[in-house]
């Protein structure tokens, strides 16, 4: 269903089932900050744990151990780690990638640059401020592209490489007053699009409670991979 390239940075090569409740752990030496530590519950399948080796040596864990949830949590509270919220995590069906990619842009879509300063600063100031942190969408990242009504920009994404992976992380946001027109979804078939075009995969993450933000990414061709964790805070 997703490409090889989701499965590859995601799933590690031998998985294998686990018990109820049981979790799988990873060694990544490119894990760094916050994601030094990550838990993902992949939709149908196991649950898996991925640490960089600093990490490992602190939860006492090795590659390929199977260790029950509770004592992991036990673990990371010992070693003074919290977990963020979790994020629903989505990407795109191999399926939805061939149509995306032979799909004209809306005429009212386009690529930003440094030269929207003005109207995207004005956009943000009509923003939410939630939807200001929790989105992320910024003109200065990798990748930003946003929809327009008239010479009003109403919908804007952004993008940037998932640390050292090629998985590009997405985020929107649309205006309150234009929501339900079907402007978000261009601008995220849009920006993905053209992260497809540049080699990488898009993915979608939202906080489990933001419905509107989930519907929004299946509105667009996402499907769920799974449930995802990162560091909070570490010790």
Do not use: K
Request: charged share 25%; proline share 5%.
């Amino acid at each position: 269903m997703f490409s090889s390239l989701v499965s590859s940075q995601r799933i590690p090569a031998a998985l294998t089932p686990l018990a109820e409740r049981e979790v799988l752990v990873a060694l990544d030496p490119a894990l760094t900050g916050l994601r030094s530590v990550s838990l993902l519950r992949v939709e149908g399948e196991a649950t898996v744990l991925s640490l960089s080796p600093a990490r490992a040596e602190q939860l006492e864990l090795s590659a390929s151990d199977r260790i029950e949830r509770g004592e992991l949590s036990a673990r990371l509270d010992r070693a003074g780690m919290v977990l963020a919220d979790p994020d629903h995590l989505f990407y795109l069906p191999l399926t939805e990638q061939a149509v995306l990619r032979e799909e004209p842009w809306e005429g009212a879509t386009r690529q930003l640059t440094e030269a929207d300063a003005a109207v995207f600063a004005e956009f943000t100031a009509q923003a939410p401020e939630g939807d200001l942190d929790e989105a992320f969408v910024e003109l200065d990242h990798w990748l930003v592209v946003g929809t327009f009504c008239g010479e009003r920009l109403v919908s804007a994404a952004s993008m940037y490489p998932w640390g050292e992976t090629l998985l590009a992380d997405l985020g929107v946001i649309t205006l309150p007053e234009f929501r339900g027109r079907g402007l978000g979804r261009a601008t995220v078939r849009a920006i993905s699009a053209a992260a497809l075009a540049r080699g990488y995969e898009p993915q979608y993450r939202c906080q489990l409670e933001n419905t509107a933000s989930a519907a929004l990414a299946r509105a667009a061709g996402f499907a769920l991979f799974g449930v995802w964790e990162g560091l909070e805070s570490a010790g």
